[in-house]
């Protein structure tokens, strides 16, 4: 706080020896005494009654934040009976419909399914299907039709495509 060492000290006792006098000098220094005695308790005072609210704001702050945490672990709960009521949605889903007829073999059949890889599963078994409608020569000639907004009368007095005319 004050960095007042000893010669400072020396130098206040004979300044106030001068000036206040050896009569008067004892009973100044008991009435300084009082002051600073004084001076410390209000002090003191003042941080116990600091430090106690600080500890009533820890407590305040601890009480939210234990609010703040059941309120996540309701949320939590919340999200999982949601995530379980989706899935058994799913799994009743998946179950009530139809395998598709070129179905793979399955390496572990009593692994667990996901209704999310089924999902996908099915719909990387359709593909080949659309891949084999898009090589059609008819189709191709109709998405081109659209494409161009021609009419099949248009289109038969225009040229073939090179790779028709090759083949």
Do not use: C, Y
Request: no cysteine.
């Amino acid at each position: 706080m004050f960095d007042i060492g000893f010669p400072e000290l020396v130098l206040i006792a004979v300044v106030g020896l001068l000036v206040i006098g050896p009569e008067r000098l004892p009973e100044t220094l008991r009435t300084l005494g009082l002051w600073l005695g004084r001076m410390r308790r209000s002090f003191a005072k003042v941080k116990s009654e600091i430090e106690k609210e600080i500890g009533m704001d820890e407590v305040r702050r601890q009480l939210h934040n234990e609010s703040v945490m059941e309120e996540m672990k309701r949320i939590e709960t919340d999200v999982r009976a949601t995530a379980k009521d989706t899935r058994d949605a799913l799994n009743d889903a998946t179950i009530h419909t139809p395998s598709p007829t070129n179905s793979l073999p399955t390496s572990n059949a009593s692994a667990p399914t996901d209704p999310a890889l089924d999902a996908i599963d099915a719909v990387a078994e359709s593909a080949p299907e659309a891949s084999a409608r898009d090589n059609d020569p008819a189709v191709e000639e109709q998405s081109r039709q659209v494409a161009s907004d021609e009419t099949p009368e248009q289109s038969a007095d225009r040229p073939p495509p090179a790779s028709e005319a090759n083949g």
